[in-house]
């Protein structure tokens, strides 16, 4: 399994940004798969997932109403677009790809340590200046 994330950058705050998550090495028809970001300091969290069998993309509370997930199963790319961003963004962005639960249900770290069928890409820089 291979997840190579792009669309990081430098941008103002209010700007935009589109992040993209190559998939490669799995079936892109069943999966739960999505976005996590660790700033400077503090724990990595969950920010957004997008699930084969879950009708709801998951967003946490902080992104909610600004950034958009999505999928392209033709490409097998899943995308966050992020609008209206603020300094608070600022982060390494990590995509993340669950084939054990196949869920965006407690999508945080503290699900990851039950199963081992997790896969992480590289990571993304992401910095909002004020």
């Known amino acids: 399994v291979q997840l190579v994330e792009s669309g990081g950058g430098l941008v103002q705050a209010g700007g935009s940004l589109r992040l993209s998550c190559a998939a490669s090495?799995?079936?892109?028809?069943?999966?739960?798969i999505g976005w996590f970001r660790q700033a400077p300091g503090k724990e990595r969290e969950g920010v957004s997932c997008?699930?084969?069998?879950?009708?709801?993309?998951y967003y946490a509370d902080s992104v909610k109403g600004r950034f958009t997930i999505s999928s392209d199963n033709a490409k097998n790319t899943v995308y966050l677009q992020m609008n209206s961003l603020k300094p608070e963004d600022t982060a390494v962005y990590y995509c993340?790809?669950?084939?054990?639960?196949?869920?965006?249900?407690?999508?945080?770290?503290?699900?990851?340590?039950?199963?081992?069928?997790?896969?992480w890409g590289q990571g993304t820089q992401v910095t909002v200046s004020s």
């Open positions: 997008i699930s084969s069998s879950e009708v709801s993309a």
């Open positions: 090495g799995f079936t892109f028809d069943d999966y739960a």
């Open positions: 993340l790809v669950d084939l054990e639960f196949r869920t965006c249900r407690g999508w945080s770290v503290a699900r990851l340590r039950v199963g081992v069928r997790y896969y």
